[in-house]
């Protein structure tokens, strides 16, 4: 048994011993303690998250472990399981960084060397901020300018279809406003509980708050033989399933996809939007790759400007919210924690439910909203800034496009492994194909086969990747997702690795 198939076993044992209630002290009979496994919410028992799951922290230990000597075949483990733009390398906006510093440190407006248009955007900011300081709570709506900046940005976007920057909602990153509209969604008992369609593969997120929320998760699988497709049809099948057991009310769609990178036309995103209408199903929205797309022929094409586009009958009536962030796309300020969502056709008694909700939680992050300020509000080309924060913004996004395309390319390769073209996003998914010695003996160390195979990437090759099996897949098949963010150099690497392992693995198991 390997090293992590102990230490899992070793897991289990120390929790079933921490979970005896009695416990003999001195001879004397002491009640066990209030919060135990068996005492806690069941809710939170049952979430799980991939993307920070028992491979990452077995990656986080093989790293201890090379930081105290140890000999490994590798020196260094790379994180390819996360979309964190700057750990893998990235460099900052030159612009949102000046601007963010100039914030922080006001004293920094009298120095020349920050351009002019930095510090206007600084002092704009300041302004805003309760005693001209980032450190103030802000409204818990957001700060008001950048809501009107955000509003500005999305009509822009949209081709003029106009946005009130009362419907503009901002948020600690994407996913705390979409765990926000799931909390007012979901309720009922039995089979009147709230259903939720999610995309199978998904991003765990999702599972993860239905599971903590306790509602009821509905699978619609997306078409792998189809670049990942979302076909109608079977979002009327798994609707239809789940109504035999709960009420679904709302649909999830991610555009452009995580972890699949395929990107939504335009006609499928009608074709959804009416689906919602016919079914009376609330729209959720999750746009936060929006600038990434890459392949030819593809275009991001926002849910609310196809809805609008659409006519009355669906611009007055579908209810949705839409969400984007900081963190992807070409400034990868994942840290920040800065986002935001526009709810369309909300009803006003629950939008004054939605502000208490927000409210509770104080504010989101000043700096991260300086951040999507600067993000919907960028420098134009009359600024001094222009010229650098274009050919930096151009640069990620097409060393990025590069990526997908090499990705792609290599793993196509591959004996055992297909991967499909990687539209937008930042990641690839590709299908594994396992020896049935491999399957039978993944379940002999009680583990899904995937999360066997990557690992055993992990220990032998220093590679840290999600299996498929976190975000959801068709049974019996096998996947793993792999950012494409390391730069080119070290991504040939990872790949050259993957490529090696998966050629020794398969010779291992035939």
């Known amino acids: 048994v390997p090293l992590w198939g102990i230490t899992l ?178 309720c009922g008992e039995g089979r009147d509980r709230t259903g939720v369609m999610i995309s199978i593969p998904q991003y765990p997120l999702y599972s993860a708050a239905l599971a903590d929320l306790g509602a009821v998760q509905i699978n619609y699988y997306l078409d792998e033989d189809n670049c990942w497709s979302l076909n109608i049809t079977e979002l009327r099948r798994a609707l239809s399933a789940a109504r035999e057991h709960c009420n679904p009310r709302v649909l999830c769609i991610i555009n452009p996809g995580n972890p699949t990178g395929q990107v939504q036309s335009r006609q499928c995103i009608e074709d959804v939007i009416r689906f919602a209408k016919e079914e009376h199903l609330f729209l959720m929205a999750d746009e936060v790759y929006q600038d990434n797309v890459y392949a030819e022929g593809c275009q991001f094409h926002s849910f609310k400007k196809v809805l609008f586009e659409m006519g ?43 502000i208490k909700l927000v409210s509770v939680r104080l504010c989101p992050p000043v700096p991260g909203q300086a951040l999507l300020d600067l993000v919907v509000n960028p420098p134009q080309p009359d600024e001094p800034s222009y010229a650098t924060f274009m050919k930096e913004r151009t640069a990620v996004l097409s060393a990025l496009a590069e990526k997908a395309r090499l990705t792609e390319q290599i793993f196509n390769t591959v004996p055992g492994i297909t991967c499909n073209p990687v539209q937008g996003a930042m990641y690839t998914f590709p299908r594994i194909t396992l020896p049935q010695k491999a399957i039978d003996k993944a379940k002999e160390l009680g583990l899904v086969p995937d999360m066997f195979y990557c690992m055993r990437l992990l220990d032998e090759e220093g590679i840290c990747l999600v299996p498929g099996s976190g975000f959801g897949q068709r049974e019996g098949t096998y996947h793993f997702r792999m950012t494409i963010l390391p730069p080119t150099e070290k991504l040939k690497v990872v790949l050259q690795k993957i490529r090696e392992f998966q050629l020794r693995f398969t010779q291992e198991f035939s």
């Open 312 to 354: 009355p009958e669906y611009s007055n009536t579908v209810e949705m919210a839409s969400f984007h962030s900081t963190s992807k796309c070409y400034m990868g300020e994942c840290g920040f924690r800065g986002g935001y969502m526009e709810v369309i056709n909300l009803d006003p008694e629950v939008k004054a439910q939605l």
């Open 9 to 186: 076993q070793l897991q289990r044992c120390a929790r079933d011993i921490t979970n005896m209630s009695q416990q003999a002290v001195n001879g004397v009979s002491h009640r066990g303690r209030v919060l135990t496994l068996d005492s806690m919410n069941p809710n939170v028992k049952r979430v799980e998250y991939a993307v920070r799951g028992p491979i990452v922290q077995r990656a986080v230990q093989i790293e201890k472990e090379l930081k105290e000597g140890a000999k490994k075949p590798f020196t260094e483990v790379i994180k390819a399981n996360i979309g964190d733009a700057h750990a893998m390398g990235q460099k900052p906006i030159t612009f949102f960084r000046q601007v963010l510093a100039l914030c922080s440190y006001p004293a920094l407006l009298e120095d020349s060397k920050f351009p002019e248009d930095a510090k206007q955007r600084a002092r704009r900011i300041l302004e805003a901020c309760g005693g001209h300081s980032i450190g103030a709570y802000s409204a818990s709506q957001g700060i008001e300018c950048i809501r009107q900046d955000v509003a500005r940005y999305i009509e822009k976007r949209d081709g003029g279809i106009p946005s009130n920057p009362d419907n503009i909602y901002l948020s600690t990153g994407a996913s705390d406003a979409i765990v926000t509209i799931l909390k007012l969604l979901v």
